[in-house]
Each structure stands twice: as structure tokens, then as C-alpha cells.
């Protein structure tokens, strides 16, 4: 257990970070130059991985077009809609809002693919919803600001998730994770490498200093690499429940990243709708006992 532990933490620390390094990329990267070099930072590490196991024979005879979905939705739209809200709002602000992802994707799932929810997952989802309106502190006027944007932005991020995860769990059950993090990455650095270059064609001339390699290492390498294999570890060693517990940690180690390395505020409306998020969020996918082993029996 306390290799799985350790695991999380670093995990944590790393996600957290995540959100600190696309706020300093942004600036000089722009949207999809950020995009574009943490997946080819990402795949390069997985490239590498897959070499020495001996899986690159593995990528062939896969389905290309769900891959390539999965790929926009999970990777180059919500990354690309993330750089956005990060240049109206802060990282930490950021990191609150993205924990929301488990309550839309049961959301997405009940009314897209015929996912039943129980009275308990309402609720959860209210409080979670609650809890975005108290980040804004409950001002109307902030609806018509920049928090709007950067906050809407994020949450259109999320969104994207919810959706790739149901298209996952649909058409890649029978995919091993490595190559669809692989894939996935190295497609969506195609997409967002194509709107780079119509949009942001000086991106791809970016890394113009040891600060920004140093970035983009810590984004790629560590947060869309090394960090898949730490998850997926947890899935294997745990359970996909501890796993989930991440969710959870992140948004607190990037408020403190965000707080140590770029001064930024962490007020008391961010405290108080991250504790409803979370609170939501655990309403919102609370399983009893009985529930868990059907779901086992089933899996």
C-alpha cells in the first residue's frame, strides 16, 4: 500500500503542476502550440516505453476513427480549452473547476448513453453546480466578466472529458491503455499541430528558453506521460476507486503550486465551492455494497 500511496501523491503533485506549467507556456506558446508540444512531449515518452516492451506491433489493425474521436475529446479540444480559461482566471481557479469532470460524466452518461441515475447522484450533481456558482461567488455581474470565460472554458474542458470517457468505455474496452494513450496523443498532436500551423504558426519556434523546455518537460513528459503510467498503475495494483481518489488532490496541490510559485490568491469562495464540488462529486458517484459487487460481477 505505500507504493500505491506514494503513487498518488506523485500523481497529484504532478497534475497539480500541470495546471502552473500551461498558465507559464500559454503566453509564449499560445493555445495550440501548448497543445501541440505537450502530445509530442507525451508520445515521445510513450514511444519510448512501448519500444522497450516490445508493444509497438500492438498498433496495428486498430479502429483509427473512434481513436481519432477520443483523441479530440480527451486530448487536443479540452487541452486547448484549458489554455483559454487559463488566460482569463488562475491555475487554482482552474484546477477547482476541472474537478467537476466526474459529475458530467454521469450527466453525459444518463442522457446520452442510457446511464440510470439515483436519487443520491442528484443531489450530488445539484451541490456540485452549487459549487461552481459559489467560485464565482455568487455575483451575477461575474457571469458577464472574465470569469465567465475562463470558468465557461473550463468547464467546456470537462465536458469534452465526460464525453471521451463514455466513447472509450464503448468502442476501446478491448485496447490495452499504453497504445490508446499512445495513439491518442500522437493524433491529437496532429490536430492540434494542424491548427498550429494555420493559427499559430511561430509555436512551432517557441522553445526559446531553458524556462520553457523546463515547462514543457513537466507538461509532457511528466503530466501526459509518466503520469498515465502512474494512474494506470493504481487501476492495476488498487482499483479504479482509488485511483479516482486523484480527483480529489489535485486541485489542492495545484492551489498550493499556484499559491508558492506564482503568488496566486486562493480566497475563501474557492475553499468553500471546492468542498462542495467534492461533496458533489462523491454524492454524485456513491455506490453501496451491493452495488460495488453487482458492478464486479458485471465487469
Not at 138 to 160: D, E, Q, R
Not at 208 to 215: A, D, E, G, V
Not at 228 to 254: D, N
Request: charged fraction near 10%.
Amino acid at each position: 500500500m505505500k507504493r500505491l500511496y506514494l503513487a498518488l501523491l506523485t500523481l497529484s503533485l504532478i497534475w497539480g503542476m500541470s495546471f502552473l506549467f500551461i498558465k507559464l507556456l500559454v503566453g509564449d506558446l499560445g493555445v495550440w502550440g501548448v497543445v501541440f508540444w505537450r502530445c509530442m512531449f507525451g508520445v515521445g515518452t510513450l514511444f519510448i516505453l512501448l519500444f522497450f516492451q516490445g508493444n509497438l506491433r500492438l498498433l496495428k489493425n486498430l479502429p483509427w476513427i473512434p481513436l481519432l474521436l477520443i483523441a479530440i475529446l480527451n486530448n487536443a479540444l479540452p487541452w486547448a480549452l484549458i489554455a483559454v480559461s487559463e488566460m482569463s482566471i488562475s491555475s487554482s481557479l482552474a484546477s477547482v473547476v476541472n474537478a467537476t469532470t466526474p459529475i458530467w460524466t454521469i450527466l453525459i452518461g444518463f442522457s446520452l448513453f442510457s446511464s440510470k441515475m439515483k436519487k443520491t447522484q442528484w443531489l450530488g450533481v445539484g451541490v456540485g453546480f452549487f459549487g461552481i456558482l459559489v467560485l464565482l461567488d455568487l455575483n451575477i455581474v461575474k457571469l458577464f466578466n472574465n470569469s465567465l470565460m475562463g470558468v465557461g472554458t473550463m468547464l467546456g474542458a470537462t465536458i469534452c472529458y465526460g464525453f471521451g470517457a463514455h466513447l472509450s468505455r464503448k468502442h476501446l474496452k478491448n485496447v490495452p491503455i499504453t497504445i490508446i494513450s499512445f495513439s491518442t496523443l500522437g493524433l491529437a498532436g496532429m490536430v492540434s499541430g494542424f491548427f498550429a500551423l494555420i493559427y499559430q504558426p511561430e509555436a512551432f519556434l517557441g522553445i526559446t528558453s531553458i524556462s520553457t523546455l523546463f515547462s514543457l518537460v513537466g507538461l509532457g513528459v511528466f503530466g501526459s506521460g509518466i503520469a498515465y503510467l502512474l494512474y494506470y498503475y493504481m487501476v492495476k495494483e488498487g482499483s479504479a476507486e482509488f485511483a479516482s481518489l486523484v480527483t480529489y488532490i489535485v486541485p489542492i496541490t495545484a492551489m498550493l503550486w499556484g499559491s508558492l510559485l506564482l503568488d496566486e490568491h486562493i480566497s475563501l469562495s474557492m475553499l468553500i465551492g471546492l468542498v462542495l464540488i467534492f461533496s458533489g462529486v462523491y454524492l454524485s458517484s456513491y455506490q453501496t455494497k451491493k452495488q460495488k459487487l453487482a458492478n464486479k460481477i458485471v465487469a
